[in-house]
């Protein structure tokens, strides 16, 4: 293992004008895209994930694909991009972290040993909160590349996960922020052009006794061939997961006389809004229901309820399903579930009392999907705009 | 020739025969449509329930209508408070669906089939009243609907 030179700190020295490459092209590519894509996700996921989902979807699907191409580069990426020269080894990130406190820290080619450690805790954090972000997707909105394979309970515990983990990777990126500053500030390390130019001043580079292979016009190529090898099979294998049928949603046909006879004061509501039990219920009790008197002959009634004994929450296992349907409240209205309120306690009772939604209990005038039961967050349409 | 002329005299006579009783079938069955139909059924169960019965009254349907019960189901005192005041206007259900106008000249087809108006006037009476609706409140409320 070559410990020497290359990767000491070093005094710094001046020859302005003069440059040598350090970063290679396709590593300050990944850099600078992961900047965009991760403040996406950042801001899509802590302010609004629900109403931001799409993006925040997107911007998490572009990381993936960056980080997986890190990942397989710091295997063959050019010398300061690969791991085997991050300095991790833990008397020389002590040493480093003196050399800070008392001002004599050197300019680093490549990460220095305290900024090599944040990059291993940013590419460790990032890749869960990819993995937890895609796992919950899958299990909990049955949508992704792991919709066909993942439960909601699972896709509920990974964005757990996420959400932790979303802390840990925000304090590492700050932290990670807090040494470009300190190098740039405090210490006068050019190392924000680095990262854009990809060059130090050459008076570094002769100092450290540098002895790594220089970057080439080659890493170039060769980063971005690899580049769009990761890209093209992620999306390719990405979409052919995504279309299989998810875990736990087959979408059914609403029979006629259910769409019909509870379509007539209210949308038919997608039978994995109850349990079986629930909507046995509901049909012994239409002469008071919620309020009006929906009475049915005894043979229509029998028809409906032999469709909810076989399709009710229970045959379900998508969000709605586990969090309004199979939750039974005393009054027996959906509206009074804790994540219904939770979920709507922000839109104003103006918006539902506009005429082309006219009640909580239209959904939907909101959710275009509800008719087949998903709900997804990205086919949320508040209309604005007529108020009564 | 002779027999010829009078076959084909005969057959003048057939083809306006029929097409008499095509005419007389068309406004025979004008005369008596579905409304028509249910509206005899609820004029003979009223006659059966009460003797001095003498024809529904467009502007009894109209009072029926506007009419503020309060007796049924607390959320719809009245046919109004769904319908509007105005039939010839858009309802909206409590959930927020909108309802087809009531008046017979918008709608008519609400009221061909006794089944649908029996599914009805079995729910929106009790929601409203708190009870069936009497054979002549039905004729009469329909009758009001066809005068619109």
Redesign the interface.
């Known amino acids: 293992m070559n410990t020497s030179a290359p990767t000491e700190e070093i005094p710094r020295a001046d020859q302005p004008g003069q440059t040598v490459a350090v970063w290679d092209l396709p590593l300050r590519f990944f850099h600078w895209s992961m900047v965009i894509v991760g403040v996406t996700a950042a801001v899509t996921g802590f302010l609004a994930p629900t109403w931001w989902l799409d993006i925040h979807i997107l911007s998490g699907y572009a990381i993936s694909i960056l980080l997986l191409f890190r990942i397989i580069w710091g295997l063959m990426g050019s010398h300061y991009s690969r791991y085997k020269n991050f300095i991790l080894y833990p008397p020389k990130v002590i040493a480093h972290i003196r050399n800070l406190i008392d001002r004599s820290a050197g300019p680093s080619l490549g990460h220095n040993p305290v900024g090599a450690w944040v990059i291993v805790g940013l590419m460790f954090s990032l890749s869960l909160m990819v993995l937890s972000g895609l796992i919950g997707l899958g299990g909990q909105e049955k949508l992704g590349p792991f919709a066909f394979i993942l439960s909601f309970e699972t896709g509920v515990r990974a964005l757990s996960v996420h959400e932790f983990f979303s802390w840990a990777l925000l304090f590492l990126v700050l932290t990670h922020f807090m040494g470009v500053v300190v190098e740039q500030r405090v210490f006068k390390h050019p190392v924000i052009s680095a990262m854009v130019t990809g060059d130090v001043p050459v008076g570094d580079y002769q100092a450290a006794g540098n002895q790594a292979a220089p970057v080439t016009k080659k890493h170039t190529t060769i980063g971005a061939a690899l580049f769009v090898l990761v890209s093209t099979s992620a999306i390719l294998i990405g979409i052919s997961l995504s279309n299989k049928p998810a875990f736990g949603y087959t979408q059914i046909a609403l029979p006629e006389t259910y769409a019909s006879e509870c379509g ?4 038919a509501y997608h039978p994995s809004l109850r349990t079986s039990a629930a909507w046995k219920n509901i049909l012994g009790t239409l ?2 229901h919620f ?7 005894d043979a229509t009634i029998q028809e409906i309820a032999h469709f909810t004994s076989q399709q009710g929450a229970e045959n379900f296992d998508t969000e709605v399903s586990h969090l309004v349907g199979r939750v039974d409240t005393e009054s027996r209205r959906m509206t009074d579930t804790a994540f219904w309120k939770k979920r709507h306690q922000d839109i104003d009772d103006t918006i539902f009392a506009q ?1 082309s ?3 909580k ?2 959904c939907n ?1 909101c959710h275009s999907d509800a008719p087949i039961g998903r709900f997804d967050d990205s086919n949320i349409h508040i209309p604005q705009g007529n108020l009564p | 020739m002779t027999r010829n002329r009078s076959m084909s005299a005969k057959n003048i006579l057939l083809q306006a025969t029929m097409a008499v009783s095509l005419g007389l079938f068309t406004v025979g069955f004008a005369a008596a449509s579905p409304t028509d139909d249910i509206l005899a059924g609820y004029a003979t169960e009223a006659s059966a329930l009460d003797s001095s019965f003498d024809g529904f009254s467009a502007e009894r349907g109209r009072t029926l209508f506007v009419t503020e019960f309060g007796t ?5 005192p009245a046919c109004t408070t769904c319908h509007t005041n105005d039939p010839t206007q858009l309802g ?7 309802i087809d106008p009531m008046a017979a000249s918008i709608n008519l087809e609400r009221y061909f089939e006794l089944k649908q108006v029996e ?1 009805w006037f ?3 009476c ?2 409203v009243i708190g009870r069936e609706c009497t054979p002549i409140e039905k004729g009469d409320f329909i009758t009001f609907m066809l005068t619109l």
């Open positions: 007539d004061c209210h949308d002469e008071d309020g009006e008197d929906a009475s049915l002959d005429s939604v006219g009640s209990v239209n005038a | 049924g189901k607390e959320d719809t909206e259900t409590r959930a927020g669906k909108s599914k079995g729910r929106n009790k929601s």
